[in-house]
């Protein structure tokens, strides 16, 4: 079962680049119809625009950069630290291109959340939009899951198709796609403040 404050709560989330999933749930939560606040925005790369987007908003961000520390598991401790210190109900991965270790997982159960830019299992990785193109595939998507131990193998919340057109490339399938992962994020954590998600095994009851 996973837990809810009641109230509004509060999210931590994490980027590596633009951080326009980021934007969309700080724009939800600005205008109410998202009960979360984003209190902290961590990144892992120092350019990341995510982090100007936090700063605009006056929400506290931070850049952790993984190259100093010796492991992943070390960077993923410093991560928790800084989580725990905000007080984060639920840490948030958008754009976050980094694959997490159990030290996070294990602070978080079942509240960590991945955004993937294809309909899982297909197309897990990299260059989700670039593999649904090569491979031919007519219907590609979003996916917001729980994260786990693989690699975009979490049980997953939501999906939204988006269809794959002929004259497609990797930016204008990308583009179509962030549309929908920019509603379909916010309402997962909608679901997730309200208490409505149920963990069972690989499958995401909503109440
Ligand atoms: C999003 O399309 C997200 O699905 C993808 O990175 C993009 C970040 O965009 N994540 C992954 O590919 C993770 N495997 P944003 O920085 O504009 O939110």
């Known amino acids: 079962m ?3 404050s009641g109230d509004k709560i509060r999210v931590g989330v994490l980027v590596s680049g633009s951080g326009t999933n980021l934007q969309s749930i700080i724009d939800r939560s600005a205008s109410g119809e998202l009960a979360a606040d984003v209190v902290c925005v961590i990144s892992n790369k120092a350019d990341a625009f995510g982090l100007v987007r936090a700063a605009k ?7 952790l950069d993984h190259r ?7 960077y993923d401790r410093a991560l928790v630290e800084a989580l725990k210190s905000f007080n984060v109900d639920l840490v948030v991965l958008a754009g976050f291109m980094r694959i997490v270790t159990p030290v996070l997982l294990e602070a978080f159960p079942n509240r960590v959340m991945n955004i993937h830019p294809a309909l899982l299992p297909s197309f897990p990785g990299l260059d989700a939009q670039k593999q649904a193109i090569e491979y031919g595939a007519k219907l590609s998507g979003c996916t917001v899951h729980f994260v786990d ?3 975009d193998t979490g049980p997953i919340i ?3 198709a988006v269809p794959v057109l002929e004259d497609d490339t990797e930016k204008t399938l990308s583009e179509r796609i962030h549309v929908e992962e920019h509603r379909l994020y916010p309402a997962a954590i ?7 998600l149920t963990v069972e095994g690989r499958k ?3 109440s």
Request: charged share 20%; glycine share 12%; hydrophobic share 35%.
């Open 2 to 4: 996973v837990k809810n």
């Open 190 to 196: 909608q679901l997730f403040a309200e208490g409505r």
């Open 204 to 206: 995401v009851r909503i």
């Open 57 to 63: 908003h006056g929400i506290a961000h931070l850049h």
């Open 158 to 160: 939501l999906q939204t």
């Open 149 to 151: 131990s693989g690699t």
């Open 68 to 74: 100093s520390f010796s492991g992943r598991q070390e």
